[in-house]
């Protein structure tokens, strides 16, 4: 039986055609940005700045790089003492609605998932999110799964994702969160303005103000300048912690928070 023998030269220039190959959808960059924003802020601004870029970097090389090798999609999110990776297979990925049942028997959770809400956004895909929570010194603190169900609307996506285990909500975190309060339930709603640039000379003084008052979340790296804002809407519900979230949907809290109603 024949072998494969591949010299170093020949294995770099596979995998970069691989990666060259993989164009992560805009949906992808949109989840990475939003659990991104969820994530509180550190108090040292030129710290969480520094550690906000430094997580999208990983972000994005370990998309390339899972991409390239094993077909598999990362995310990483900031957090207060650390920050959470997740990832997710296009294996696992349905577009059938009755799939949802067995991700949720694999994650443990229950979505109580529509095929469509009252406002009109249907539903287009379903997964399973593998993800880790990770300390300042590098050490996993906690691994679980979620299940991210996908809506689409007129060319504008929300996503839902539901993970067992209530979401403890910091001091900072409600600091800055809107909360509301129906049927018994608080929700915590936040929208965060995104830059994204081609490189650090396309940050204006205006952008860098912005930044520093904590008023936008700049990215460096994009093919070109783009603006969106994120808008994220939690709640921990019967065990199990829950998010709505996208880019761009010009939705206030009530509208998430009537959407949010529909999934009991």
């Not at 924003?37 to 430094?54: H, S, Y």
């Not at 094993?70 to 997710?88: I, L, Q, R």
């Not at 991700?103 to 109580?112: H, Q, S």
């Amino acid at each position: 039986m024949g072998g494969c023998n591949f010299d170093e030269k020949q294995l770099t220039a596979a995998l970069h055609a691989a990666a060259d190959s993989c164009d992560p959808p805009d949906r992808m960059k949109q989840q990475i940005d939003a659990q991104l924003a969820w994530q509180a802020k550190a108090v040292a601004k030129k710290e969480d700045i520094f550690m906000r870029k430094m997580n999208m970097k990983k972000a994005a090389a370990a998309a390339v790089m899972a991409c390239a090798l094993t077909g598999t999609v990362c995310v990483a999110a900031v957090k207060m003492s650390g920050y959470s990776t997740g990832s997710s297979s296009a294996l696992t990925e349905t577009e059938n609605f009755a799939d949802i049942a067995k991700l949720e028997k694999k994650a443990g959770a229950d979505t109580n998932a529509v095929k469509e809400f009252a406002n009109g956004f249907a539903f287009d895909t379903a997964n399973i999110i593998d993800g880790e929570d990770i300390d300042d010194k590098g050490n996993v603190t906690d691994s679980y799964q979620e299940v991210i169900v996908s809506y689409e609307k007129d060319g504008k996506d929300i996503s839902y994702i539901v993970r067992n285990g209530d979401r403890n909500y910091t001091e900072e975190d409600l600091a800055r969160l809107q909360t509301s309060e129906s049927d018994g339930v608080t929700y915590y709603f936040t929208e965060d303005n995104y830059l994204c640039v081609p490189d650090e000379a396309d940050v204006t003084e205006e952008d860098r103000a912005a930044e520093a008052e904590g008023k936008l979340f700049i990215s460096i790296g994009s093919s070109e300048r783009e603006e969106y804002v994120s808008t994220h809407l939690s709640w921990n519900a019967d065990g199990q912690s829950h998010s709505l979230f996208g880019s761009d949907l010009g939705m206030s809290a009530e509208e998430l928070i009537e959407m949010a109603q529909q999934l009991k």
